[in-house]
């Protein structure tokens, strides 16, 4: 059974810094493209950056570019999100999910987490 589990949401002022993990189990997320989601209230998914499994190249949306890193522990089976410089419209529900092909868009994924909320506020 495959299984997707994010951590490391929460509240943070602007300026701010959180790091993101995604833990799997039943799959070797180095098999796949990952990619990290979010969704903010009244809004569609969309793609927030995505590392491939190959040689690790990385990919953003020109909305975090600069300011999130994407990263993998194949050791952990972990991929994580490090978002520095949060911004209020950084706030979402940020999903992590499994692709066997290089998109960022959310069609293309097959396995997903639940979900952490992150929320920008002061």
């Known amino acids: 059974q495959v299984q997707l589990v994010e951590s490391g949401g929460g509240l943070v002022q602007p300026g701010g810094s959180l790091r993101l993990a995604c833990a799997a189990s039943g799959v070797t997320l180095d098999d796949y493209i990952i990619g990290w989601f979010r969704q903010a209230p009244g809004k569609g998914r969309e793609g927030v950056s995505c590392i491939s499994r190959s040689d690790g190249t990385t990919y953003y949306d020109d909305s975090v570019k600069g300011r999130f890193t994407i990263s993998r522990d194949n050791a952990k089976n972990t991929v994580y999100l490090q978002m520095n410089s949060l911004k209020y419209e950084d706030t979402a529900v940020y999903y992590c999910?499994?692709?066997?092909?290089?998109?960022?868009?959310?069609?293309?994924?097959?396995?997903w987490g639940q979900g952490t909320q992150v929320t920008v506020s002061s």
């Open positions: 999910a499994a692709s066997p092909t290089l998109s960022m868009r959310a069609l293309f994924y097959i396995y």
